[in-house]
Structure formats: structure tokens, C-alpha cells
């Protein structure tokens, strides 16, 4: 069974703090894939790893795949209340597989 | 252009009645996923449906639970006899190909969030 482990699993901060949640897997995946969810919504999906070492950026979120492609990282610069939710990853195969989550809540 | 589209949003059943949860996934789509979340907590895969065909039930509890996917109209999670533990959110996702297809997105509906009294 592949295993996707999140942490931390709550994060609270204050807004224009810095923010990291991390993502670590027992086994490798085709690719990883983080998403938001906001309270009563769906997920949505904010970026797709797939290389070992690879970084994206998007605007204020960086995403890190590490060199084993086991793990992962969001970094959130200058956190906003808006980029309050549920954040969660997912490793690809023939279905997703989902973490538990952190829930970052940013205050203003 | 629509969404995922699932209905209703909420549902509220009595003990021992059955649920049925409604999922149209985007055009051009033939990949179904259906999870659940209970509150604060991540997405627990249950079901993987192709049109007509059950890909992976590896998480749907063996008992009351059924999908389908046919081939006109909707794909269908079925909870017969509910209980109170079923009360959780139930998410429906889409795609155009497996997952395992490098960059292929799922995208999820709203999700119905079924509560047992």
C-alpha cells in the first residue's frame, strides 16, 4: 500500500508570514499532484510534479519534488487570508491517491 | 463548459433508507473517480469507473456500497441501508485519461455532503 504523509497537519500564521507543508510518500508515483480545497468546495488542482528536482513556481507558492521523487514541498511566501484552505497532495498511478492534508488557516 | 456536476449538494437520509449520489463528468470525459472525506480529513478513494466497466472497488466497503457508470447518463454511487457512519462528503472526479498519463488533471465536482439521522 503506497502511503502519502502531510505535515504538519494544522498550520496557523499570521498574513505576510511564510509557510511550508511538506509531503513525504513510501513508494514512488507516475507523478504528485497538490491541491487546494476552501470549505464546502471540491479540490482544485494547483500543480503537477514529475521530475526528480523539479521546482515549480506560481506566483507566491513554490512546489519542490525531491531528488527520489518521494517527497514534496509547498512554500507559501507572504501569505494572504485568501490562501486559507485544506492543502493536499496526491500521488498519480492509475487513480490519485490522496494525503490527510494540512489546513492552513492565515490571519489577518 | 461545464464542471463536474454533482447532485444534490446535500442529502439527508434516515437510518436504513437508501442514498443515491449523482455524478456527470465533464464532456469528453470517461474516467470516473468517486471519494470520500469526513471533516478535516483527506480524500479516501473508494471507486475508479470507466464507462461501463469497474476499474478498481479496492475502497468501497463490501457491503450496501455500489457504483456504475453506464453508458448514457451519469455515474451513480448507491449507499443502501444507510447507517450514521456514511454521514461524510462524497467527491466525484473526472478525467480525459488514467492518471498515470503525465499532466492529466482530475477535476472534482462540489461533492455531496450526506448526513444519516
Known amino acids: 500500500t503506497q502511503l502519502l504523509e502531510q505535515s504538519p497537519q494544522f498550520l496557523s500564521i499570521q498574513e505576510g508570514e511564510n509557510l511550508t507543508v511538506y509531503c513525504n510518500s513510501s513508494s514512488v508515483f507516475s507523478s504528485l499532484q497538490w491541491y487546494r480545497q476552501e470549505p464546502g468546495e471540491g479540490p482544485v488542482l494547483l500543480v503537477t510534479?514529475?521530475?526528480?528536482?523539479e521546482v515549480k513556481k506560481l506566483k507566491r507558492l513554490t512546489f519542490q519534488f525531491g531528488d527520489a521523487r518521494k517527497d514534496s514541498s509547498l512554500h507559501i511566501t507572504a501569505a494572504q487570508p485568501g490562501d486559507t484552505g485544506l492543502y493536499l497532495c496526491?500521488?498519480?498511478?492509475?487513480?490519485?491517491?490522496f494525503g490527510a492534508g494540512t489546513t492552513v488557516t492565515v490571519r489577518a | 463548459n461545464a464542471g463536474v456536476m454533482q447532485n444534490p449538494r446535500h442529502l439527508v437520509r434516515r437510518r436504513g433508507q437508501e442514498a443515491r449520489l449523482r455524478c456527470s463528468p465533464m464532456?469528453?470525459?470517461?474516467?470516473v473517480y468517486w471519494y470520500r472525506q469526513l471533516p478535516e480529513e483527506g480524500l479516501k478513494f473508494m471507486v475508479y469507473l470507466q464507462k461501463e466497466n469497474i476499474i478498481d472497488e479496492s475502497g468501497m466497503p463490501k457491503e450496501r456500497f455500489s457504483a456504475e457508470f453506464p453508458k448514457e447518463g451519469p455515474s451513480i454511487l448507491r449507499i443502501q441501508q444507510v447507517v450514521r457512519g456514511d454521514s461524510a462528503a462524497y467527491f466525484c472526479a473526472s478525467s480525459p485519461l488514467p492518471p498515470e498519463t503525465l499532466n492529466t488533471e482530475a477535476f472534482f465536482g462540489q461533492g455531496t455532503r450526506l448526513t444519516v439521522v
Open positions: 464532456k469528453g470525459h470517461s474516467h
Open positions: 510534479v514529475v521530475t526528480g528536482g
Open positions: 496526491a500521488g498519480a498511478d492509475y487513480k490519485l491517491s
